[in-house]
């Protein structure tokens, strides 16, 4: 290697850079490409298929390059993070170089886990980031994120075969990434991407601070949290990571709970598998599972919150009961459900869009797409408020945001570009600054138009131009013949073989008016648009929890939906040992016999009887039988309707299959 001092400044400050981020991909700012370089240079170049080129960095000295166009970086991130790098993305901050060099920081560190960019999201499922903090023998903490909707959980696991509990867990969850410390080694085959941090990140005193800073509380009990250390370290280190990562991302994490799998039906991951709940056993796609059948939502906050649904049964039967009342209602009466249905079929990702707007990474779109939502829900709340005492729990997160559309219906025009850059964002009326300046620049612009004219007129020199190029800017030209006749306030500014070109103090005023204008009116238009993000950012809460109740609402009509197309029955749910299922069918086999008719079967437990077997010849439907009969009370513990002709069903807490 050459001497420090040989080295180019340039070269100088991405080592400083580099040398913080030694296990991600450095994307390097310059000018209108990301450049990557020596080894980052020939794993981006490898991965992408894009060219390696070299760079001088010191006399004699050319390392690796190769560089992304900064508009289509996304496209090429998001292969990047399917193959499980990190990248991070280093910008130039400031307007001007110091010493001939822009000051460059890294903004972000992108990793599978900690995603909000809209093209690189999965939106019918959730992008959860985990982080797993294995304590005492048979312990072990979990907390997720989601930092696209803004969830974010933690629970403490106790389990004597703790393996098979975690990867019960995560199979549930699925992440994209989890970090854990790097000192421990997790069972084989979990599903996502694995981050290993240094083992002081997963220390109790240092994440309790981290999570008490965060919440801005004095302690962690209301969180739950007293008798959970695990769970506050594992949701303390997950902060700390997104500080690192997604910094952004932090101030949307504003709701935390704790939870614990004794709420919900245990499932470990062979019986999740095995019953094809949200993934066939094939290829790991929706196609023949349950969740294909049962999901007629139609937006993706439902998509997603069915998918929640499918994977966490109950285990309290009146929140069954709730949920069953409230599909009761929708599948009774179809025309509300499809009434329904219409109505929230067009509403917008509500969810991630007030996220970005609270993470300041919106874009005028996204508003668009909001107010259109907001719009729809005083006529959604009234449809389904009248008279339905069974949706009232729901009802009462659900708000019509009429202050926040009132400023979005204000403030936005009503069809604005794509982006910042080009003007027109903000409607004409909203601010009295903005209009003054469109209204001066349209006003300099006519006079300019005029100025040949009215010059002509004043001067009564026929011959007298206006015209511009990009030395001088607008100029008034005269034929040397007239030339004399010039009036004495023209100002010469150039002298050409047949003509005199002259500027005037007033033309040049105009001139800059028009020409600062467009920049003033982005720089206007960029900081209404940040303000109204930031009042936005404010009812977060609350568009929240419009987005969960509209969530709900499609979920609860999308079991209704599944309830009607394939005719199944209200199955009475009790806390009593018994299981009575009449001609019950399996509900994804059912639908896939083409031609043949199903043949229904029951199921029934006489009293005191726990065991049954089941014989048969080859291909008789043994098998079919046993997941039908899970399936069923499965789907009951969901709040579901279920394919049988009558069933009671006693509650669950746990399925256990091989089959
Ligand atoms: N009740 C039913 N009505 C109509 N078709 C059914 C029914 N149950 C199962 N089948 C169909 O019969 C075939 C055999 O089902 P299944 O695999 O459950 O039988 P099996 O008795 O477990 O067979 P094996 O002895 O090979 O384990 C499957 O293709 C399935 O779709
Ligand atoms: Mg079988």
């Avoid at 080894?39 to 390392?63: F, M, P, Y």
């Avoid at 179809?334 to 609270?358: M, Q, S, Y």
């Avoid at 609402?553 to 299922?581: C, F, K, T």
Wanted: charged share 25%.
């Amino acid at each position: 290697m050459p001497e420090h001092d040989e080295i180019t400044p340039i070269r100088k400050q991405y080592l400083q850079i580099k040398r913080q981020y030694p296990n991600a991909i450095l994307f390097f700012r310059l000018g209108d490409f990301y450049e990557t370089f020596d080894q980052d240079a020939e794993t981006t170049s490898r991965e992408l298929d894009i060219v390696l080129t070299s760079r001088n960095v010191a006399k004699g000295v050319r390392i690796p390059m190769a560089g992304i166009p900064h508009h289509a970086a996304e496209n090429y991130l998001s292969r990047l993070i399917e193959r499980g790098y990190h990248v991070a993305i280093c910008e130039q901050v400031g307007d001007e170089p110091v010493k001939g060099l822009f000051p460059r920081k890294v903004v972000r560190v992108v990793t599978p886990g900690t995603l909000l960019e809209p093209g690189l999201l999965p939106s019918e499922a959730n992008n959860y980031l985990v982080c797993i903090v294995p304590g005492e023998p048979d312990k072990a903490g979990i907390a997720y994120v989601d930092i696209s909707t803004g969830e974010f959980a933690a629970t403490e696991l106790a389990d004597s075969d703790l393996s098979s509990a975690l990867r019960a867990e995560m199979i549930r969850l699925r992440p994209a990434e989890t970090i854990h410390p790097e000192n421990i080694s997790l069972p084989d085959g979990l599903p996502g991407h694995f981050s290993p941090l240094p083992t002081w990140r997963f220390e109790q005193a240092y994440c309790q601070d981290v999570l008490l800073r965060h919440f801005e509380v004095a302690s962690l009990d209301g969180f739950g949290l007293r008798s959970l250390p695990l769970a506050a370290r594992a949701a303390g280190a997950i902060l700390q990571y997104l500080e690192e990562t997604q910094p952004a991302a932090l101030k949307l994490l504003n709701r935390f709970s704790t939870y614990s799998l004794a709420d919900f039906m245990a499932l470990d991951a062979a019986t999740r598998r095995n019953l094809e709940l949200t993934e066939n056993i094939r290829g790991g796609g929706i196609k023949g599972t349950l969740l294909e059948v049962l999901d007629n939502t139609v937006t993706p906050m439902g998509k997603r919150l069915i998918r929640q649904w499918v994977s966490k049964p109950l285990l309290d039967v009146d929140r069954i009961c709730r949920r069953q009342e409230a599909v009761s209602l929708f599948f009774e009466n179809g025309l509300l459900r499809a009434e329904l249905r219409a109505a929230l079929k067009p509403l917008t990702d509500l969810e991630r869009v007030i996220n970005r707007v609270a993470g300041g990474t919106a874009l005028p779109r996204d508003l668009v797409a909001m107010r259109s939502t907001l719009m729809r829900l005083p006529a959604l709340i009234q449809l389904v408020s009248d008279n339905y005492p069974s949706l009232s729990g729901l009802l009462r997160y659900f708000e019509p945001c009429s202050e926040e559309l009132n400023l979005l219906e204000s403030a936005l025009a009503d069809d604005p570009p794509a982006t910042l850059h080009n003007p027109g964002v903000i409607r004409t009326g909203f601010s009295a600054e903005l209009d003054g300046i469109v209204e001066r620049s349209r006003h300099a612009r006519e006079w300019i138009a005029n100025l040949e004219s009215v010059e002509r007129e004043r001067t009564k020199i026929k011959t007298l131009k206006v015209g511009y190029n990009k030395v001088f800017g607008y100029y008034i030209e005269i034929t040397r013949a007239n030339s004399n006749q010039a009036p004495s306030e023209y100002i010469r500014k150039q002298t050409l073989v047949n003509a005199e070109r002259y500027i005037t103090p007033e033309m040049k005023e105009y001139e800059a008016l028009v020409l600062n204008a467009e920049d003033r009116i982005r720089e206007i238009e960029g900081r209404i648009f940040t303000e109204i993000c930031e009042r936005l950012s404010a009812s977060t809460a609350r568009i929240i929890g419009s987005a969960r109740a509209l969530a709900e609402l499609d979920v609860l009509a999308s079991l209704a939906e599944a309830a009607a197309v394939n005719g199944y029955i209200r199955p009475d749910v009790v806390a009593e040992d018994v299981l009575s299922v009449r001609d019950g069918r399996h509900p994804v086999v059912e639908r896939t016999l083409s031609g043949e008719r199903f043949v229904p079967n029951d199921v029934v437990f006489e009293d005191g009887e726990r065991v049954r077997i089941i014989t048969g010849p080859n291909m008789s439907g043994k098998s079919t039988l046993i997941r039908q009969a899970a399936l069923i009370v499965l789907m009951a513990q969901i709040g579901s309707f279920v394919p049988a002709s009558s069933a009671k069903i006693g509650v669950v807490d746990r399925i256990f299959t091989r089959i």
